[in-house]
């Protein structure tokens, strides 16, 4: 029961400071955040997946299937937005582009 509190303590706790962190930042620090962000959602999804291959229980094996998905939809949204960012840096002539 008390390493329940405990991680449910440091869960909470990550939540507030990632918040007061994320708000902080000011708005042309935010794709170079993002890419940092994709990165760390990238090995998320790894460990998820190595967690969800080693499941000996349905429960366990539930909760790793929707990490790897809830992991799958941060990354791949975070991709999106980084891109979606940057194009506001490109250029609208003729020349600008890809």
């Known amino acids: 029961m008390t390493a329940s509190v405990a991680l449910l303590t440091v869960f909470v706790l990550a939540v507030f400071v990632g918040f007061e962190v994320i708000s902080k ?38 909760a790793a299937l929707l990490a790897v998905v809830l992991a799958t939809l941060n990354l791949v949204g975070g991709f999106v937005v980084t891109d979606r960012m940057l194009e506001m840096f490109r250029g609208r002539g003729p020349g600008a582009g890809r």
Request: a neutral charge.
């Open 25 to 62: 930042v000011s708005s042309t620090l935010h794709t170079p955040l993002m890419s940092g962000a994709n990165a760390i959602h990238g090995i998320i999804l790894i460990g998820a997946i190595i967690v969800a291959g080693r499941a000996e229980s349905t429960g366990v094996l539930v």
